[in-house]
């Protein structure tokens, strides 16, 4: 090619090129300037007015032009000027469609196929790409379909399962495969994706999955346990409020031997009871805030107790107590009624979005109507009362 292109040439090829790599028969340069438009006339002869705005041309005309012209193809001399390959960005979507159809066969052998909320993950990770991005990298959907296959877990901690199905103990700290976990898990449970690290670390925990055993805790009092040095523990600590983690509960064989166990959100309420009762409070576990993975062992371990189960009047705590009572058969609300909500010092405004109680439909309704959180502290008074009472009995 012995002619130097001019500028004229610069938005002409590009609009060729993009009409090549569609497999359109022509395309067009708007606004042109007067040197565009001698060129355009030139490649067509056409004449081609000064106040036209647009002016087309066919891909074979311009294919004519350039090998009289340049003595080479149109595809050769876009990829001299521009650097573009024609059929480069086909020919990859293309192998990126195949790759996705692969991963998607990949999938269909799973056990987990026969899934709504599976087929539902799939689509989801086809639509934002993610599919697109795994066959462009060349990789497999096939180690995250086994990670969901081994769920759920039994609070095994995501580092250990990572390393154990992975062989990479940060393969699900962060990252995609993270994200594809969560999604995977939320439409599993039939709920919002998480949009906080408390959410995550609750749907995690839903699935047996643990970001970390010693991080997972469980405060207590007055909490009998039989078996191993965790039941030592609590025996020499009676009377004292004492921290029990994940991992502690997870060594060694335990059971919760009680009748009756109270269950309570704020820390502050397990203190007054220790200050005001000491050895002789009834067993009291305290959630602190979303239960966690060692909140749940421990009262999986209580038998047939009854779960008496309390939380703020908000709606984080309305969606804490809903949630105990979903997960255990012999849990039931404690001081959690429309006339307990009243009768306590109206708080913060309500936030995030309103839940139904299911155990009195009237509690949400006056909630929503005044618009005010009613939190655990101001019904102290009772709720020592009802810890006494189940004392004496």
């Not at 521009?82 to 059929?87: D, F, P, R």
């Not at 970390?212 to 025996?235: C, F, H, K, M, Y």
């Not at 109680?357 to 006056?366: I, M, T, V, Y």
């Amino acid at each position: 090619m012995g002619n130097e292109l001019g500028p004229e040439w610069g938005r002409l090829l590009k609009a060729a090129a993009a009409a090549m790599e569609r497999e359109a028969r022509s395309f067009s340069v708007s606004d042109p300037d007067t040197a565009e438009r001698h060129l355009i006339i030139g490649i067509t002869g056409r004449h081609r007015r000064a106040s036209q705005q647009t002016l087309r041309l066919t891909v074979e005309e311009l294919e004519a032009y350039v090998a009289v012209e340049f003595g080479c193809d149109l595809k050769s001399l876009i990829l001299a000027e521009l650097g573009v390959e024609i059929g480069a960005a086909r020919r990859s979507r293309l192998e990126r469609e195949a790759g996705v159809a692969r991963i998607l066969d990949e999938a269909g052998a799973s056990s987990l196929s026969r899934r709504d909320w599976f087929a539902r993950w799939l689509d989801s990770l086809r639509s934002n790409g993610v599919l697109s991005e795994l066959a462009r990298d060349g990789a497999s959907l096939r180690p995250m379909i086994r990670v969901l296959e081994s769920l759920p877990a039994d609070d095994e901690p995501l580092p250990v399962l990572a390393e154990r199905l992975l062989e990479d103990t940060k393969a699900l700290s962060s990252g995609r495969s993270r994200s594809m976990l969560l999604r995977a898990l939320s439409l599993w449970r039939g709920i919002e994706y998480p949009g906080d690290a408390e959410s995550e670390r609750e749907l995690l925990e839903w699935a047996g999955l643990v970001s970390d055993d010693i991080a997972s805790q469980v405060l207590v009092l007055n909490v009998p346990v039989t078996g191993g040095a965790v039941g030592e523990w609590l025996r020499s600590a009676r009377g004292v409020p004492f921290r029990l983690t994940l991992q502690q509960l997870r060594r060694e064989p335990f059971a919760v031997d009680v009748p009756v166990v109270s269950i309570v959100e704020n820390p502050s309420i397990v203190r007054a009871a220790a200050d005001a009762m000491g050895p002789d409070c009834p067993p009291l576990v305290c959630t602190e805030g979303v239960p966690s993975a060692a909140v749940y062992r421990l009262l999986g371990a209580a038998g047939t107790a009854r779960l008496l189960w309390r939380a703020d009047f908000d709606w984080a705590g309305l969606r804490i107590v809903k949630r105990g009572l979903e997960r255990f058969a012999n849990a039931e609300p404690w001081r959690m009624s429309a006339e307990d909500y009243r009768s306590g010092a109206k708080g913060i405004a309500l936030r995030g979005s309103r839940v139904e109680p299911p155990w009195d439909h009237r509690l949400g309704e006056f909630m929503a109507a005044e618009g005010r959180a009613v939190m655990e502290e101001s019904l102290i008074g009772l709720l020592l009362q009802d810890l006494r009472e189940c004392a004496l009995r």
